[in-house]
């Protein structure tokens, strides 16, 4: 069975950092991009960053550019968001997403960031 | 990048059929035949119902089919069940930069 596991979500102040992680399980992790997706309490879905099978093409938001890096570690079957200078707009449930060529097959149960002071 | 545009609800009653649009643009929508359609019940994980733009992943229902004119893609839920009443949200691909974005969103209500 196909499943993507996120932790490292939690309270944080304005400003800080926090470090999200994905395992995934079930399937050849090796052999498919991997993106991060937001949604804010309420609100809709925002697509935040993507990273190809080997690393090689990445892709980030505006809204997070230059304050989030993604990345992953293949032998670990696992997927990273680096989340830096954290803001309150940050706030919402982080869902980590396998591709499968260009749709979103397979989604987890999310890990929940919360930026207040 | 702006999101794509769906109205916020739509209802109809069990049986009936309903489309729901998703409005982009040249940049997104208009360029690929790459839009996906995801079904998200109330505190649950969003769910492929639609990809390529017509294309049914395996064990979603015929029921829920999707086609693209232009800038604006629709995906129709024919014979309306309760099940259906959920939040759907439409999701292009934008290019090699940012890859992709949603749409805002639209509520379906089973009247």
């Known amino acids: 069975e196909v499943q993507l596991v996120e932790s490292g979500g939690g309270l944080v102040q304005p400003g800080r950092s926090l470090r999200l992680s994905c395992a995934a399980s079930?399937?050849?992790?090796?052999?498919?991009?991997m993106h991060w997706v937001r949604q804010a309490p309420g609100k809709g879905l925002e697509w935040v960053s993507g990273?190809?099978?080997?690393?090689?093409?990445?892709g980030y938001a505006d809204s997070v550019k230059g304050r989030f890096t993604i990345s992953r570690d293949n032998a670990k079957n696992s997927l990273y968001l680096q989340m830096n200078s954290l803001r309150a707009e940050d706030t919402a449930l982080y869902y980590c997403?396998?591709?499968?060529?260009?749709?979103?097959?397979?989604w987890g149960q999310g890990t929940l960031v919360t930026v207040s002071s | 990048q702006s999101a794509l545009t769906q109205p916020a609800s739509v209802s109809g009653s069990p049986g009936q059929s309903i489309t729901i649009s998703c409005t982009g643009t040249?940049?997104?929508?208009?360029?690929?035949?790459?839009v996906s359609w995801y079904q998200q019940h109330p505190g649950k994980a969003p769910k492929l119902m639609i990809y390529?733009?017509?294309k049914r992943p395996s064990g979603v229902s015929n029921r829920f089919s999707g086609s693209k004119s232009g800038n604006t893609a629709s995906l129709t839920i024919s014979g309306l069940q309760a099940e259906d009443e959920a939040d759907y949200y439409c999701?292009?691909?934008?290019?090699?930069?940012?890859?992709?974005?949603f749409g805002t969103g639209t509520k379906v209500t089973v009247l």
């Open positions: 079930g399937f050849t992790f090796d052999d498919y991009a």
């Open positions: 040249s940049s997104d929508v208009g360029s690929y035949n790459l």
């Open positions: 390529e733009g017509s």
């Open positions: 990273i190809s099978w080997n690393s090689g093409s990445i």
């Open positions: 997403a396998k591709a499968t060529n260009y749709d979103l097959s397979t």
């Open positions: 999701c292009s691909y934008a290019g090699s930069s940012t890859f992709y974005v």
